[in-house]
């Protein structure tokens, strides 16, 4: 019988705002919240234990979190420092075991089966992983032990995270007396439209999804959801008693099979063609950049748009288009992505668009042609390349960026959206 593995999920708590506080030791007994600190409408993105205490929650707005603590320090975003710090808590746990699979920036799983003969039992590991990674960083963990992915995830989130120690093991042992009392919206991967059909089922914790039958609980979900529900209803009735044979994983990485880039959009700003224009290109540039370094050219060029009254998302489109010879060449791409969406777009003001390159190959061969010198193009696009990866993405733009509908010089300075 092959030995039960040992699987934790180490999550940092609070991990913008503990990495900012460990940055300020000033700040250490005060309210502290990761955000826009100009944008009283921005999205609060992290809060310490501290301003969680005074009722500032995640994901709600700068302005609201500020009338519930009027004396909340918001910190802008440092995204580069925060994957940084990850980055560091990744080797760190490469220190124990060579198994270890990030999850989220601040949450990565670690199959430590074979590091118990080293470092001792589970919860010594987990506490040695906790000290080392305090003392280096400044940022408290909490570890869900179990012998899947899933019981360890669920192990962090429903009581690692609300005990001291910040340490629990959830086995097959004790599952039964401990998760399945548990009400079932706090079973992994079910949010709230779920919940509410497990509701109309009569399925109120996680026990009454485990204790049934699979074939039961899928008649009950074809009759809530219809017949195409199966795969949904195995899915849950496993996680529901834990059952999980994925491996932890530690190279995630698998082929492309796109690159694409896309931007939400002030609607009010971009009404006229020529504004738009600018935005369809910086994305272009962003993704032939991207796939260049990556490696690959692509054959299909698609954009994406979404259009608004002001108030509402009215219209949206993905379309694409085959190229004659795959590329990543910008002006090739752009020439693709401008035309689809002149074809396509109806007029409204845009709130959010994409573009994406497709079909890829690696760009080791390349097409060459009559009247374009590609090889020459491919020249003068990757020395540009290397000048925005030594000096910065703003050192060298198109002069369209520099108008006020371009937001290439403002992207430079981000991350995923967020101040670097």
Known sequence: MPQERTIMLVDGQSFYASIEKAARPDLKDKPVAVAD??????????????????????????????????????????????????????????????????????????????????????????????????????????????????????ATDNFAKKMPEGIFKLGFDNLESVLWPLPVHQMFMVASRMARHFTRMGLYTIGDIARLELGDFKKRMRKEMGKQSDIQAEYYWQTARGIDPSPVVASIRNKLKSVSHGKALRSSLYRRIEDIEVILLELVVEVCRRSRRLGYIGRVVSVGATETDGQHSILSFNRQVTLPQPTSLSHEVASAALGLFHKNW???????????????????????????????????????????????????????????????????????????
């Open 346 to 420: 109806s007029g409204m003001p845009v709130n959010h668009l994409s573009v994406a390159l497709t079909e890829l190959t690696d760009d080791n061969v390349i097409q060459l042609t009559f009247f374009d010198d590609r090889i020459k193009a491919y020249s003068l696009e990757r020395a540009t390349d290397k000048i925005k990866d030594r000096y910065g993405s703003a050192a060298i733009m198109r002069a369209s960026s520099l108008l006020q509908s371009g937001v290439a010089r403002e992207r430079a300075e981000q991350i995923g959206g967020h101040y670097k």
């Open 37 to 154: 600190p100009s944008r009283r409408s921005g999205i609060i993105l992290a809060a310490c234990p501290v301003a969680k205490s005074r009722g500032v929650t995640t994901a709600e707005r700068v302005g609201e979190a500020l009338a519930k603590c009027s004396d909340l320090v918001v910190i802008r975003p440092r995204m580069q420092t925060y994957i940084t710090v990850s980055l560091l808590l990744t080797e760190i746990f490469e220190s124990f075991t060579d198994q270890v699979e990030p999850y989220s920036i601040d949450e990565q799983f670690l199959d430590v089966t074979g590091s118990i003969s080293y470092f001792g039992a589970p919860e010594e590991i987990a506490h040695q992983i906790q000290t080392h990674v305090l003392l280096s960083t400044g940022v408290w963990t909490r570890c869900g032990i179990g012998p899947t992915k899933v019981l360890a995830k669920m």
